[in-house]
């Protein structure tokens, strides 16, 4: 036992966490800083409240409930809502792969931006953050038959939005296409 009398081995397992409990912060919200704020309060309320965990197998699930909940208690006090297109990229120096995955990870921001709440949640908790569909149903405070069902119609109404979302590889390629034209390679005089 610790100090506070939470058995190490949960300690460890709640702080092993913090990166998966901060990427669905991430994805549910859109903002750094409060996708941290409210990692670091879903964990330190995990590790004040630890001794009320009857299953220590559950303690993922139960964790990203604590998640889950100040996510909703925030949603509930705020009153405009966040545009991802008015979010900053990361300004970077980097290769042209690392760009192109930044555009990839913008396009799938966005189209998961234009899901349903309710299928957004269950797709990040299962797909993004690997949570069984029961440990999500108890996230989000609902049957495992709903979260199956909003995991199917978030995946195929995703599947439709990347799929009709023209790449920005192709857009690239297209461009440079145009731009290249032979009179402008050897000059206007050739």
Not at 30 to 42: I, Y
Not at 97 to 125: S, W
Not at 127 to 151: C, F, K, Q, Y
């Amino acid at each position: 036992m610790s100090d506070n009398g939470t058995p190490a081995r949960l300690r460890e397992a709640i702080c092993a966490m913090r990166q998966s409990l901060y990427r669905t912060a991430r994805a549910w919200c859109h903002d750094a800083a409060l996708a941290e704020d409210l990692t670091q309060g879903a964990i330190v309320k995990a590790l004040t409240r630890v001794h009320s965990l009857r299953d220590e197998e559950a303690l993922r699930g139960w964790v990203f409930t604590i998640l889950s909940n100040g996510y909703r208690d925030w949603l509930r006090g705020r009153r405009d809502h966040l545009d991802i297109d008015e979010l900053p990229l990361p300004c970077r120096d980097c290769p042209e792969t690392q760009a192109q995955t930044a555009e990839t990870v913008l396009g799938v921001r966005q189209a998961l931006n234009e899901l349903r709440v309710q299928h957004r949640d269950a797709i990040t908790l299962v797909d993004l953050d690997g949570l069984t569909s029961v440990e999500a149903g108890r996230a989000l405070d609902i049957p495992i038959g709903t979260v199956m069902s909003r995991l199917s119609r978030g995946r195929v109404q995703l599947r439709s939005l990347l799929e009709a979302a023209p790449s920005a590889a192709a857009k690239r390629v297209q461009g440079s296409q145009r731009q290249a034209s032979p009179e402008r390679i050897l000059g206007a005089g050739a």
